[in-house]
Every structure is written in structure tokens, then in C-alpha cells.
Nanobody, 124 residues
Framework: QVQLAESGGGSVQAGGSLRLSCAAS????????MAWFRQAPGKEREGVAA????????FYSDSVKGRFIISQDNAETTVYLQMNDLKPEDTATYYC?????????????????WGQGTQVTVSS
């Protein structure tokens, strides 16, 4: 059974930085893609960033482009999200996702595996 374990959330002031990690484990598990999503209270879940295995292609939402960086370890089973210049509107629960299903957009396609989420709170 595949498990995704997130860590690195917390509270920070605007302009600060945080680094999220998500480690995937399971029998011969090597996801085709890993991504970060977030959901703020009263809002829909939105894609933040994704990275595809092999070519290491990366994708970002417009709201975080230039501030967040997604990366992976060499085994492509751990994904990181370096979040810089954080803003209060980045406050949300951040979820790690792995194994994109189908050929759709990285932010809209379903993912097979999800983490439990980690809270990020940015104060002004």
C-alpha cells in the first residue's frame, strides 16, 4: 500500500519561507508524477505545482510562479516544495499527490495517492 508522508508545514510571517517535504513509500512505488495542492477554508482545492518523473518537467500555478520551487530526490519518491516570499493568501492546508491518472492537465487530472495534508499559515 502506497503512503505519502508530508512534513514541513508551520506558521511564518509574510515574506518568510518554508520547505515542505513529501516522502512516498510502498512496494516498488515510483510515481509518474508528484504534485502539491492546497485548500484554504471555504475555497476549492487548487493545484500549486507538479513535477513529472524522468524529464523532471515542472509546472506551477500563476499564483506561486517565481516564488515556489518544486523538486525531487534522485529516486523520484520524495518531492519538495520550497516556498519563498510567502503571502497571507498562501495560507492553506497543503496536500501531496502522486501518480497522475490520465492525460489531462497536471492541476485537473485525478491522482491515485494523496497525503493527509500539512498546514501552512502566513501572518501579515
Amino acid at each position: 500500500q502506497v503512503q505519502l508522508a508530508e512534513s514541513g508545514g508551520g506558521s511564518v510571517q509574510a515574506g518568510g519561507s518554508l520547505r515542505l517535504s513529501c516522502a512516498a513509500s510502498g512496494h516498488t512505488f515510483r510515481p509518474n508524477a508528484m504534485a502539491w495542492f492546497r485548500q484554504a477554508p471555504g475555497k476549492e482545492r487548487e493545484g500549486v505545482a507538479a513535477i513529472y518523473a524522468g524529464a523532471r518537467l515542472t509546472f506551477y500555478s500563476d499564483s506561486v510562479k517565481g516564488r515556489f520551487i518544486i523538486s525531487q530526490d534522485n529516486a523520484e519518491t520524495t518531492v519538495y516544495l520550497q516556498m519563498n516570499d510567502l503571502k497571507p493568501e498562501d495560507t492553506a492546508t497543503y496536500y501531496c499527490a502522486a501518480d497522475k491518472l490520465g492525460a489531462g492537465s497536471w492541476s485537473r487530472a485525478p491522482y491515485q495517492n494523496w497525503g493527509q495534508g500539512t498546514q501552512v499559515t502566513v501572518s501579515s
